[in-house]
Structure formats: structure tokens, C-alpha cells
């Protein structure tokens, strides 16, 4: 299941999700097609229930039903 869609409109027209397995999953909105999957790095088993960019796209910010961003 996704539960958050976060649309990235500096990035080239990308798309980010994320959901139940605690994956981003990066699309190509003009092909249809994922280009790039990593896994957002929350504990095994957490979904990715919110997602947030800041305004040129250059960072990500995930998190979890717990809170935190994990650390680098």
C-alpha cells in the first residue's frame, strides 16, 4: 500500500512514494515507470507514513509512526 505521494516538480517531473514496506520508490511521470527504489532506512517492518521535500527538491525527508528521521 502507499501512503504518501510527494510530487518532486524541480526534479524533472518526478514522482516519490512511499508506503508499507519502508520504500521510496521514484517515478517517471511522463513514462509511467519507476526508476529508482531505496529503502528509506526505518526500523524493519515500519511503513513510511509521511514525506516532505524542501522547495528546490534537493532534500528528502521521510518518516515513520514513531517520528524521527532516521540518521544518516
Known sequence: AIH???FLD????AL?????????RF????EGECVWE???RHKEGEAVVALATDAA??????GDRH???PPP
Request: charged share 20%; aromatic share 6%; proline share 3%.
Open 16 to 24: 516519490c512514494s512511499a508506503g508499507a514496506d519502508g520504500v521510496l
Open 27 to 30: 517515478w517517471n511521470v511522463k
Open 57 to 62: 527538491n534537493r532534500l528528502l525527508f521521510s
Open 67 to 69: 517520528g524521527p528521521v
Open 38 to 40: 531505496q529503502h528509506a
Open 10 to 13: 524541480r526534479r524533472a517531473q
Open 4 to 6: 504518501k505521494l510527494v
